[in-house]
Structures are given as structure tokens and as C-alpha cells.
């Protein structure tokens, strides 16, 4: 029993207004579907525009790892732009990717671990990024399975990785 | 007084906010060396990258200055050697080739060889030489690579050289060797031994 | 005068994050999709009554947002924009919606006499809440949940919806009745 109709209603509207929880896992999935045909967004700058040749994924590597992801949906062609980072480190309570694609900003690109196993994935527009792991906040580390920056001016280690396509 | 700060109102209009994170001087030293680049028809976004780094990495101003100001003059030679056609991810890569030490001359004979983007083919030869292959030869190799090779084939022969290098074959051998063995139809020599000046190839 | 190692980001704005997007950072547009995803979630959910649903709409939403970028002429409400695609991504997702809905409404019906223990009490109200929702018609439902969920002003609302106020008012106010109406059903069951 109700004593007011407005009060009913208000009741739906508490009920309605709380939180709803997405799996976080529909970010990937997005960054994915966006990765896989990141047409020309570019205003002013036409670095990043793009064309989805279907090699590019098998082209672009030099020391990352592809990932297939079994997505349900998703663009029609089988190349993917999305990058997998990896670092095994056992003993480290957080590791950030950082580089040329991020602005170098450790808060912008946080890896997951799994039994010391950290990864994180990327989307990368054609061109050639420096980038670095920053273990614990502290401590940096090159890709020890990509190749050296070998330009590094600041001290620190750090790798490349090229993904090709028509940068133009 | 006055002068400087109108100049740095003037700076502060059309920097990048991503500049904020480096210190005022040092930014106002870097957003001049950015803002050249650009009036040079250079690409400012690897500058910046630069800077941005140094800035994680807890650098000193003056070395992040100095940082960027290389990396400009680099994009400028890679840009002459390239020509003004190129890209910002061939430049880059370009100055990578170079650092490696291979000569302007080298990425001009790779851009009159091959259909653009040279991006992999140069990433390829700069990334050789970091494995420890001599510059001449991976110029050599990659340079008798460049009319025919798709850039996965370059990637893979990239892979495979490093296999044999941690394999503990000499890099150099490593790389001629897979070069023979990849059967490198050129009118010059299908491979040059370690320590050779490269031969340019002759043109059709 | 340098920066210490472990540097805390300052959290970017949505106009920044748009500038970084549009110049060919696409990692930053992830930042804008997990700042949206469960704001925009629960309003497609609601919507839609059926999550897979919701989820589809809005990884859809998400993906045309990027692509039609440069068609959000003020970043700084990037939010708003994003939201009123996703508004149009859910009117299309009616047709399949409206089938899930009458499956859900039959098998709940079916579960209406039995009786409840107390700890069960707050998910009988809320699948009491989603069945009502579900029983109003999709235009009643979306001025609703734009109103008084999503606490949209009835000109933002206009905007979304391409409908006038006065008819938003009025679908507003024929949604509450309805639903006064379908949680009294439900009471006297």
C-alpha cells in the first residue's frame, strides 16, 4: 500500500538511479573495433590517417606481440592495430607503460598482472614510438623482447616498436 | 621585464598544454625549438614526445632542451635526405637510421629505391645496426632489399638475423648470411661482406 | 626543478581528451570510454531492459562517437553528445529489445504468487521496477529515464530527442502515471 502516488514514483526513481555496473572489458572491446579501422580523424595534423590493409598486423611489429582477440563483433577486416605490451615482473606491485603513444604518462596506461605476468594492449597508429616500462614508479625498464631505442638521451632504457602502414 | 613578458604570453597562446608539465623556462626553450620545427614544415609531435619523456624520466631542463633541439636538427637532415614528401613516421624513423649511423646518402638511394612508406625499411636498417650488425652492411642489405621486399619480409628477416645473433652468430655474418640465403636478386652484389662501402645500386 | 618519477596524472579534461583523440592519440579515447561507459550504461540498460542489449548499444555508441569525432563541435560537452547518439543507438535496438521484454514480463508474471523471504525483498522491488519500466511505451520510457534518472533539463532533453518540450512534459507525465498504475497492479497481485 502506498500513501502517495508521487511517493511511488519517487521510489522507482531511487531504485532506477542506482549505479549500474558495465564490465570494464566493453573498453577493449571498443578500442579494438576502433583499432581495427582507425579511419582519418585528423584535422590538422595527417600523421594518423589511415587505411585498414589487411597485412598491416603481420607488418607492423618489431618486437611486440599481436594479440588475437575473439571479439563477437567487430570490424570486418582481420588486422588489428591493438598492441600487446608485456613485461614478467614477479616482484613488482605496479607496472606503467610509457612512450611515444601516451605522452610518456604513467597514469594513462596501467598494466594487469597475472601471476607476475603484466600486460596491458594499445592501439597504435602507424609510426615509430619509444617507450619504456616504469616498474613500481621507480624503476625503469626496456622491452626485452623489442628492439633498443638505442638514441637514449635521458639515461634510461628504453625500446621501439614500429608499426607500418601508410603514415601520410 | 616587459618584453619578456609580453614573449611569454605570446608563447603561452600557442603551446601545447602538454607542455605545462615541463618548467617554465625549460618550456618556454622548448616550445621555440617546436615552434621553428613547424615554421620548417618539420613534424612538432616527436618533439614534444621528447620533451615528455624527459619530463617522466626526472631529466634536468637543460638536457631535455638539448634533447629536443637534436632530435629537430635530426628531422631537419632526415627531411633533406627524404625529401619533403616524407612523412612524420618516415622522419622519425629516418632519424633513427641515421643515429644508427648510416649516412643521409644511405636514405636517399632507399627513397629513390623503393615505393613509399619507407617507414619499416628504415626502422629495419636502424634497428639491424642496434643489433650489432655494421652499418655498412645492414645499408647494403636492406638497400638490396628495398625494390622488391614487402615490409613484412623485412620484419622477418629482421626477426631472423636476430635469432642467429642470440644464437651467438656474429651479428654481421648473421646478417649476410641470411641475406644470401633470402636470395637478394640485385644488379650489384647479392651480398657485401662486412666492412665494405656499400655500392649503390644501379638504377633501371 | 625536474619532475619527480612517479608522476600522478592530473585527470584530463574531456575537451583534452578530445584534442588528443582528433591529433591521433587513440589511447585517449579510451580514457573518455571508461569515463563514460557505466554514466551512459545504466541509462541503456534501463532503456532497453536486457544488459547483452545495453552492452551492444553502447560499444556501438562508443565506436560511432569516435568515428563522427570531428562532427562534436564542442568537446568540452563531449558527454552530452556522446549521449544523445546513444539515445538514437536505443531507439533503434527497440524491435529486439521489445521481444526480450514480453519473454521477461511472462516469465516474471509467472513468479508473482509465490511468496518471498525478506533478504529477497529488494530484488522482488527491482524486478518489480523493471517490469513496469518495461511495460511503458518506448517514448514514455526514454522522457522518463532522460528526466528523472539521467536528470536531464527539458531543453537538453529537446536536443536529444529532436521532440518539443511540451511533448516531452506530457510523455513525462503519462510515463509516471503509468507506472503509478503498473506498481499498484503489482501491489494487488
Redesign the interface.
Known amino acids: 500500500?502506498?500513501d502517495r502516488?508521487d511517493e511511488?514514483?519517487d521510489r522507482?526513481?531511487r531504485?532506477?538511479?542506482q549505479?549500474?555496473?558495465?564490465?570494464?572489458a566493453?573498453?577493449d572491446?571498443?578500442?579494438a573495433?576502433?583499432?581495427a579501422d582507425?579511419?582519418p580523424?585528423?584535422?590538422?595534423?595527417?600523421?594518423?590517417s589511415l587505411r585498414p590493409w589487411p597485412?598491416l598486423a603481420?607488418?607492423?611489429?618489431?618486437g611486440a606481440i599481436i594479440i588475437a582477440r575473439p571479439w563477437t563483433?567487430g570490424a570486418e577486416n582481420s588486422g588489428s592495430n591493438a598492441f600487446q605490451f608485456v613485461l614478467v615482473a614477479p616482484q613488482a606491485s605496479s607496472v606503467a607503460l610509457?612512450g611515444?603513444?601516451?605522452?610518456?604518462?604513467?597514469?594513462?596506461?596501467p598494466m594487469r598482472t597475472a601471476q607476475g605476468v603484466w600486460a596491458t594492449t594499445?592501439?597504435?597508429?602507424?609510426?615509430?614510438y619509444?617507450y619504456a616500462f616504469?616498474v613500481n614508479?621507480?624503476e625503469?625498464r626496456a622491452d626485452p623482447g623489442a628492439?633498443?631505442a638505442?638514441?637514449d638521451?635521458?639515461?634510461?632504457p628504453?625500446s621501439?616498436i614500429?608499426?607500418?602502414?601508410?603514415?601520410? | 621585464m616587459i618584453l619578456t613578458v609580453l614573449l611569454l604570453m605570446t608563447q603561452v597562446a600557442v603551446q601545447d598544454p602538454?607542455l605545462e608539465r615541463l618548467d617554465p623556462e625549460t618550456r618556454s626553450l622548448v616550445v621555440s625549438v617546436v615552434d621553428s620545427a613547424r615554421a620548417a614544415g618539420l613534424?612538432s609531435?616527436?618533439l614534444i614526445?621528447?620533451a615528455?619523456?624527459?619530463?617522466?624520466?626526472g631529466?634536468q631542463g637543460p638536457?631535455i632542451v638539448?634533447?629536443v633541439r637534436?632530435l629537430a636538427t635530426d628531422l631537419g637532415t632526415a627531411r633533406g635526405a627524404l625529401g619533403s614528401?616524407a612523412?612524420?613516421?618516415?622522419l622519425?624513423?629516418g632519424v633513427?637510421a641515421l643515429?644508427?649511423g648510416a649516412g643521409p646518402q644511405v636514405l636517399t638511394q632507399l627513397r629513390e629505391a623503393r615505393r613509399?612508406?619507407l617507414?619499416?625499411a628504415l626502422?629495419?636498417l636502424?634497428?639491424l645496426?642496434?643489433?650489432g650488425v655494421p652499418v655498412d652492411s645492414a645499408s647494403a642489405i636492406v638497400l638490396a632489399f628495398a625494390p622488391t621486399a614487402?615490409?613484412?619480409d623485412l620484419?622477418e628477416f629482421?626477426r631472423a638475423v636476430e635469432r642467429d645473433i642470440s644464437l651467438g652468430a656474429p651479428p654481421g655474418a648473421a646478417a649476410s648470411v641470411r641475406a644470401l640465403n633470402t636470395g637478394i636478386r640485385s644488379t650489384t652484389d647479392a651480398a657485401v661482406p662486412p666492412g665494405q662501402p656499400p655500392r649503390p645500386p644501379s638504377r633501371p | 626543478m625536474s619532475q619527480p618519477?612517479?608522476?600522478?596524472?592530473v585527470e584530463a579534461s574531456d575537451a583534452e581528451l578530445v584534442r588528443?583523440?582528433?591529433?591521433?592519440?587513440?589511447?585517449?579515447?579510451?580514457?573518455l570510454?571508461?569515463r563514460y561507459?557505466?554514466r551512459l550504461?545504466?541509462y541503456a540498460?534501463?532503456m532497453l531492459g536486457d544488459r547483452e542489449d545495453?552492452?551492444?548499444a553502447?560499444?556501438d555508441s562508443?565506436?560511432r562517437a569516435?568515428?563522427s569525432?570531428?562532427r562534436c563541435d564542442d568537446p568540452a560537452r563531449f558527454g552530452a553528445w556522446l549521449y544523445g547518439i546513444l539515445v538514437n543507438r536505443c531507439r533503434t535496438s527497440g524491435a529486439r529489445a521489445a521481444r526480450r521484454r514480453r519473454m521477461f514480463v511472462r516469465d516474471a508474471d509467472a513468479l508473482n504468487g509465490a511468496t518471498h523471504a525478506d533478504q529477497a525483498d529488494r530484488v522482488e522491488?527491482?524486478d518489480t521496477?523493471n517490469r513496469?519500466?518495461a511495460r511503458l511505451a518506448p517514448e514514455y520510457r526514454e522522457a522518463f529515464?532522460l528526466k528523472?534518472?539521467e536528470d536531464l533539463e527539458y531543453d537538453a532533453m529537446a536536443r536529444l530527442t529532436g521532440a518539443g518540450v511540451s511533448a516531452l512534459k506530457m510523455r513525462v507525465k503519462r510515463a509516471?502515471e503509468q507506472?503509478?498504475r503498473f506498481?499498484?497492479e503489482a501491489?494487488h497481485v
Open positions: 500500500m502506498f502516488d511511488l514514483v522507482v526513481v531504485q532506477l538511479r549505479p549500474v555496473s558495465i564490465d570494464p566493453l573498453d572491446r571498443v578500442m573495433e576502433i583499432a582507425p579511419a580523424r585528423a584535422t590538422s595534423r595527417p600523421r594518423f597485412w603481420a607488418a607492423a611489429v618489431l563483433r610509457v611515444d603513444f601516451n605522452d610518456w604518462d604513467p597514469a594513462r596506461s594499445v592501439p597504435l597508429a602507424p609510426g615509430r619509444r616504469l614508479g621507480v625503469w628492439p633498443d638505442h638514441d638521451e635521458f639515461g634510461t628504453s621501439v614500429t608499426v607500418g602502414g601508410n603514415g601520410s | 602538454r613534424p609531435e616527436p614526445q621528447r615528455l619523456e624527459g619530463v617522466t624520466k631529466a638536457r638539448a634533447a637534436r614528401g612523412t612524420a613516421p618516415e622519425e624513423a633513427a643515429r644508427a613509399p612508406p617507414t619499416m626502422a629495419v636502424a634497428d645496426v642496434t643489433s614487402r615490409d613484412a620484419v629482421r | 618519477l612517479g608522476i600522478d596524472s588528443r583523440v582528433r591529433t591521433g592519440d587513440i589511447g585517449a579515447y579510451s580514457t570510454v571508461a561507459r557505466n550504461g545504466r540498460v534501463h545495453a552492452e551492444e553502447l560499444q562508443f565506436v569516435y568515428r569525432l570531428d522491488w527491482s521496477v513496469a519500466l529515464l528523472h534518472v509516471r507506472l503509478q506498481l499498484k501491489e
